[in-house]
């Protein structure tokens, strides 16, 4: 039934495709400046391969890395082609492996030199660079043009030589954006093939010394059409000419990243004058080699051609994004909205090989059944927000296959859940513990074709037994090794206290509230009536650090003591990525609970006001300063839709639009911060819908307004029309809503119209219309603890 349900999308998907290219809509330049950290390279939906330019870092940074999507628009030099990237991490970047440079000078000092970059890379300008989903070009300035493609798990290269000059092409095998442990490659001139591996990992690991680790392997089978020659290869600041294998990685250095003048690699020789064109299959695994050169023979066979591998990605994206069609609207905003449900859909990437192995947590090899993919890249802390509820919707086998996924990853991994895995690893980047929400919201999102009873199991078992990694402080701040650090904390005094492991006492507090709700839910979906009170009222305990004299949430010590008598809001101390008066707002399930102890839905709709707007009345929805919001980053995202908990959902209208004009734009910086794996992409998707998912782990959707004069969207079976009369980016107030053909003031939608979907129809206004969803009945539901 899953294949059937999986091909239907498909199918409608492509019929609505048919009428646009909407991957013509897509700018996948945006976001590669102003700390989005996207990349504009080839790649297909949640990709294994994304193969894209690893450029030459900025003056004055400290390590070799131009951003952590390898791309950066302001640099303009390329060092590079990557057959793997994360798009919109934090830190200094993630895989970004096998760097294939063409180079048309001879190789004479070692690329693995800290002063070789200038030597090895070239310049470029952007006016004679293009992308668009599945293919990019560049005209490098050394002459030679390269050309990009890729299937799921393999990538198609053409590289255009100047016949004047020399033709080497550089495999850097060990020179990963974070540096490796290990690296090997063997050039095999009479196959015509380059073959190798790099072990990598790394991810943030410069901010925790006990964290700098390797966790993974990749393998390569790189196949050319042409003849070449052996060039020769390096070790650390060792060439030797003719040399057809090397071994050895560039180590992690004492600061976290690469220390230079270490690393190995190999070139290649081509004949310009007798083969101007050259082009290039590679194919990838976390397997083997063998599993490497099978995925390259099952994706892209010998005579596979990168026009032929270009149209499929493109065809494969109009299926994609088509399943959510708009009308209406200007370019830009088209442009800004279909480039962000491009970015959401290269969220998680697939791990398993085409034969369905992959390696697991235990680094073993595990086999997925036929029709099923095993997912990795999972940054939970950011996705479990609205990223993996929008991916589940659109489609729920891949919903369910990346909740197999994670639920694999816990099993393999002694039962821990990891809040933020990279490929074979588990990093432990951020806090909280966002499995139980993330797996609670793909099952009520639509994906049910998953072990969701042995999930259950695991997450409760990991929500009341405290382990020894829960009571180590490993890896904190950023990188606690505990699924839920401090966890004997929690149970004790209901709050984490100051000094427990974790990186910020209050936010951790919130995070464990928000997982708890998670993990009510997910007991409710298994039929545990016991558990899911018991977590529900768990999830109230955010309250012991509300303090009634500041009207904040603010940390206290162990002995109950608040840790400062004059606490200040602005303050980021025990709080992540935020401040005091941004986390305040973070209790996305229970917003009732929360104005209750704020002394009224009147006094909390007046500090919402001091938080939203400046004195002058004028937004402060970004970089207005830690006690406004900051609609670029996760903890204040939910902020702007508690509005419609106060009667007031015009303000959420306003302030929610006034983000997406002030933060999303069609141009390079275009992303104000981290996309983070598709998160904030998704945030703008489903502001433009109209709707977003507030409750960790449920389906109810509350309402803003909708962008586009008419959007439809298609899922397993599911299909929503939403037509907005009225509709323009300043026009975003709601007049009046019918919901299925009846009249409706509610401000939000029950878990119904997900799974069965339907029809809206708006008037929208230039003008705020504060009678709509005004009265009691219209606010959302709050789940607070239950008697």
Not at 130 to 147: H, I, R
Not at 320 to 334: F, N
Request: aromatic share 10%; net charge negative; glycine share 10%.
């Amino acid at each position: 039934m899953r294949l059937i349900a999986a091909a239907a999308v498909s199918l409608v998907a492509l019929s609505s495709a048919a009428q646009a290219d909407l991957a013509g809509e897509v700018n996948v330049f945006i976001g590669t400046t102003n700390g989005g950290n996207t990349y504009p390279g080839a790649t297909l939906p949640f990709g294994m391969v994304a193969f894209s330019p690893e450029e030459t870092p900025l003056p004055g940074k400290s390590y070799p890395i131009a951003a952590p999507g390898g791309y950066e628009w302001r640099s303009n030099g390329i060092k590079g082609f990557s057959l793997t990237h994360l798009s919109g991490t934090g830190c200094t970047g993630a895989s970004g492996d096998i760097p294939i440079m063409p180079v048309t000078r001879p190789v004479e000092m070692s690329p693995s030199a800290d002063d070789s970059f200038s030597m090895y890379s070239s310049w470029f300008s952007h006016d004679r660079e293009q992308a668009s989903p599945g293919f990019y070009k560049v005209s490098l300035d050394n002459g030679v043009t390269t050309e990009l493609s890729a299937t799921l798990r393999t990538g198609i290269a053409r590289f255009t030589w100047a016949k004047d000059k020399d033709a080497n092409l550089l495999f850097r095998t060990s020179d990963s954006e974070v540096g490796s442990s290990d690296a090997s490659v063997n050039v095999d001139p009479d196959k015509r093939e380059v073959t190798g591996s790099v072990t990598s990992g790394n991810f943030c690991g410069y901010l925790s010394p006990d964290r700098r680790e390797s966790y993974y392997t990749l393998y390569f089978v790189a196949a050319f059409d042409q003849p070449f020659t052996a060039g020769g290869a390096w070790q650390d600041m060792t060439v030797t000419k003719g040399a057809r294998t090397a071994h050895g990685g560039t180590t992690y250095g004492d600061r976290g990243h690469p220390p230079g003048r270490k690393g190995s690699g190999a070139w290649i020789n081509f004949d310009p004058a007798k083969t101007p064109v050259v082009n290039m299959r590679v194919g990838i695994s976390y397997v083997s080699l063998a599993n490497a050169r099978a995925n390259l023979e099952a994706e892209s066979p010998s005579g596979t051609t990168l026009e032929s591998a270009r149209d499929a990605a493109r065809k494969a994206w109009n299926v994609k994004l088509g399943q959510i069609t708009v009308k209406g609207g200007t370019k830009d905003a088209r442009t800004v909205f279909y480039t962000a449900l491009y970015h959401v859909l290269l969220g998680e990437n697939t791990s398993s090989d085409a034969d369905g192995s992959y390696v697991g947590f235990d680094k073993k090899v595990h086999k997925v059944a036929a029709g099923h993919i095993q997912y990795a890249n999972f940054s939970g802390w950011d996705v479990y927000r609205s990223q993996l509820q929008l991916v589940t919707w659109l489609d729920p086998h891949i919903g369910s296959d990346i909740a197999q996924s994670l639920y694999n990853q816990a099993s393999q991994n002694n039962g821990v859940w990891d809040r933020w895995t990279h490929l074979t690893g588990a990093t432990s980047v951020m806090n909280g513990d966002p499995s139980p929400q993330s797996i609670a919201a793909i099952y009520n999102f639509g994906g049910h074709d998953f072990d969701v009873k042995g999930a259950y199991a695991s997450l409760l078992k990991a929500a009341t037994t405290p382990t020894a990694l829960d009571l180590s402080h490993r890896g904190c701040g950023v990188q606690c090794v505990g699924e839920r650090p401090g966890l004997d904390q929690w149970l004790k005094l209901h709050y984490m206290p100051v000094g427990s492991p974790g990186w910020g006492s209050a936010a951790d507090t919130l995070e464990l509230a928000a997982a708890d709700f998670g993990v009510s839910q997910l007991a409710a979906i298994n039929g545990d009536a016991e558990n899911a009170k018991l977590f529900q009222n768990r999830a109230g305990w955010w309250r012991n650090l509300f303090n009634p004299d500041t009207g904040y949430i603010q940390p206290r010590n162990a002995d109950g003591s608040w840790k400062s008598v004059d606490f200040n809001v602005d303050d980021d101390d025990d709080y992540v990525e935020g401040s005091g008066a941004q986390y305040l707002w973070m209790v996305p399930f229970d917003p009732a609970g929360l104005f209750a102890q704020m002394g009224g839905k009147g006094k909390a709709a007046a500090r919402m006001d001091r938080f939203f707007y400046n004195l002058d009345g004028s937004l402060a929805v970004t970089k207005s300063g830690a006690s406004h919001a900051e609609l670029d980053n996760e903890p204040s995202i939910a902020s702007p839709w508690l509005y419609d908990f106060v009667g007031q959902p015009w303000k959420t209208q306003e302030v929610v639009r006034a983000a997406m004009k002030q933060i999303w734009t069609n141009a390079p910086n275009g992303i104000s911060g981290n996309d983070d794996l598709g998160e904030m992409s998704s945030w703008y998707v489903w502001a433009a819908l109209g709707m977003y998912p507030l409750y960790p782990g449920r389906a109810e959707l509350v309402l803003g307004s909708p962008l586009f004069e008419e959007t439809t969207i298609s899922g397993a079976g599911v299909h929503t029309t939403i037509r907005a009369k009225g509709a323009a980016m300043d026009a975003p107030y709601t007049a009046s809503l019918s919901v299925n053909g009846k009249p409706s003031g509610q401000a939000w939608l029950p878990a119904s119209f997900v799974t069965t979907g339907g029809t809206l129809n708006y008037t929208l206004s230039k003008t705020p219309q504060k009678n709509w969803g005004a009265k009691p009945d219209d606010v959302p539901p709050s789940f607070g603890p239950m008697n």
